[in-house]
């Protein structure tokens, strides 16, 4: 049974969710063989205040300020 685990930058739409869930879920059936219904993805949201990349908040990244404000517009 694959257990995934995905952590987002908040702002994702439901629809967004389901179809990222729905290929993940095609991809664990073809790739490893499992049932459907055993594959289990959990979201987690996380804030651009809660993530760093090279010691920098992805909040106060001027290359990700783009994709932070999209989200934040939903």
């Known amino acids: 049974m694959p257990n995934i ?3 987002l930058l908040a702002g994702r739409t439901i629809e967004q969710r389901k179809a990222f869930a729905r ?6 059936v073809e790739i490893l063989g499992a049932r459907r219904q055993d ?3 959990v979201f987690t949201e996380i804030t ?3 993530v760093a990349n090279g010691g920098v908040l ?12 999209a ?4």
């Open 5 to 7: 685990t995905v952590e």
């Open 23 to 28: 290929a993940v879920a095609d991809q664990a």
């Open 39 to 41: 594959v289990r993805m």
């Open 48 to 50: 651009a205040d809660d």
């Open 58 to 69: 992805a909040s106060e990244d001027e290359s990700r300020a783009g994709v932070v404000a």
């Open 71 to 74: 989200l934040k517009k939903g």
